[in-house]
């Protein structure tokens, strides 16, 4: 596993980092347990989720399975997590004010059972309180050590901020829309950039295939929109790309994605021991410039397929 500095202002993680949204809704305590320690073995130190992550009607349950798996291994981990979306906690006012903020990191650590978040993401803007006031409620939290690096999910380039260390947007080689604004405004400000949904949706993990139904239980078995042909073609060229290299689909979406600007680590989901463990080893291809340059010509920087 390889390592960097998430921005120029942020923590040391790993190059690849796993998603916990599946934890409390589609894995129980001992799937995300072992989940949690095969990514662990593999040199993952990024765990990443957020306090409405969880089942139907078990919203925090990522977070206090993630905290219990990760129990007497706490300080091996940058553990980060998010605030900002709907969570059912009364009247503590907008969801990005300073009221709404002390409340969601103390539930937040006490279901994690730490006493500090090593990254805290506002992961949603509410759309009514300046982010002046959320980022100065957030530093107060780095003050008192509640909280050592702050980032955002989902906010537009103009309202990103020098506090945040990083931000986290839908990125992924089918969708490269984010090179266009986001990802220069990141670089001038020193922010690091952590992609969701890296593999489309399982997409780029090379189990989809034209003609052929999704597999049973997949994302894209439920999910519309992402099979089209425009997307189904481009999966077929980088997977051509791979062959030509002695590389797999999955390594080609990891690496190639760890390899562009301003990207810290990409995070993503795992149901299996295996697949957290394949992830982590996809990273270990670090592409050339003539490499990045071809990948250029399949999907072009600043466009979206899917």
């Known amino acids: 596993m390889r390592y960097r500095a998430l921005g120029e202002r942020g923590p040391v993680v790993s190059v690849v980092g796993v998603g916990c949204n599946n934890f409390g809704s589609r894995l129980d ?14 040199g993952i130190t990024l765990f990443d989720t957020a306090d409405m992550y969880g089942g139907e009607g078990d919203r925090g349950s990522s977070e206090r399975l993630l905290g219990a798996a990760l ?22 006012g907008p969801r990005g004010s300073r ?16 006493d500090w978040i090593d990254l805290y993401q506002y992961h949603q803007p509410d759309g009514v309180t300046p982010i002046e006031e959320t980022v100065a409620a957030l530093e107060e939290l780095v ?3 509640k909280v050592r690096h702050i980032g955002c999910s989902n906010l537009p380039s103009e309202q990103l901020l020098a506090g945040f260390v990083s931000t986290q947007e839908r990125y992924h080689l089918l969708d490269r829309s984010v090179e266009t604004e986001l990802t220069p405004t990141c670089l001038s400000l020193g ?17 989809y295939r034209r003609g052929a139904e999704p597999p049973p239980g997949s994302r894209l078995s439920w999910r519309q929109g992402w099979l089209t042909d425009a997307a189904l073609d481009r999966v ?5 790309y791979g062959a ?7 390594e080609v979406a990891v690496g190639g994605l760890a390899a562009l600007p301003a990207v810290g680590s990409v995070i993503s989901g795992a ?7 394949a992830n982590a080893a996809a990273a270990g291809w670090i592409p050339t410039e003539a490499d990045l340059a071809a990948l250029d010509e399949i999907v072009t920087p600043g466009d979206r397929v899917v």
């Open 271 to 277: 149901m299996t021991p295996q697949q957290v463990t």
């Open 244 to 250: 030509e290299r002695g590389l797999t689909l999955l």
């Open 71 to 92: 129990k007497g291994r706490r300080d091996e981990v940058v553990l980060a997590t998010k605030f900002g979306m709907a969570m059912g906690y009364g009247d503590y």
């Open 143 to 145: 003050g008192e050590g």
């Open 191 to 207: 922010i690091g950039v952590l992609p969701y949904y890296p593999l489309a949706n399982g997409l780029l993990s090379g189990k």
């Open 236 to 240: 077929e060229e980088l997977t051509a």
């Open 29 to 42: 305590a001992e799937g995300t347990a072992a989940v949690v320690h095969a990514a662990l073995d593999a």
């Open 99 to 114: 009221r709404y903020v002390r409340h969601a990191v103390e539930a937040s650590l006490s279901r994690l059972g730490t």
